[in-house]
């Protein structure tokens, strides 16, 4: 069974930095997959952030673009999200999702029902 665990997640002030790791235990990186990061801020919407395929192509939120990149370590069955120059609207839960089979990260993040696994994400808080 698939399970997703992330961690990295903390507060720091506005500007800073942050990185958040995914590690994913039974899967078999198949031909094709897309993993990503979503956010869910209290009193508000889980929004995707980040995603990417098996191909490495990615794709962000415009939100996020330029400051934050999503990336994966196959042999170490570990996502990443680097976060820079973090903003106090960057502060909520994030979660780490994947879905199985042939699909575009654009769509994986633009539809908060695409993943099929979740992961119980990690508190991010970011302070003026």
């Known amino acids: 069974q698939v399970q997703l665990v992330e961690s990295g997640g903390g507060s720091v002030q506005a500007g800073g930095s942050l990185r958040l790791s995914c590690v994913v235990s039974g899967f078999t990186y198949r031909n094709y997959y897309c993993m990503g990061w979503f956010r869910q801020a209290p009193g508000k919407e889980r929004e995707g952030v980040a995603a990417i395929d098996s191909a490495g192509s990615t794709s962000y939120a415009d939100s996020v673009k330029d400051r934050f990149t999503i990336s994966a370590d196959n042999a170490k069955n570990t996502m990443y999200l680097s976060m820079n120059t973090l903003k106090p609207e960057d502060t909520a839960m994030y979660y780490c999702?994947?879905?199985?089979?042939?699909?575009?990260?654009?769509?994986?993040?633009?539809?908060?029902?695409?993943?099929?696994?979740w992961g119980q994400g990690t508190q991010v808080t970011v302070s003026s």
């Open positions: 999702a994947v879905r199985l089979g042939f699909c575009f990260p654009r769509y994986l993040i633009s539809n908060v029902r695409a993943p099929e696994k």
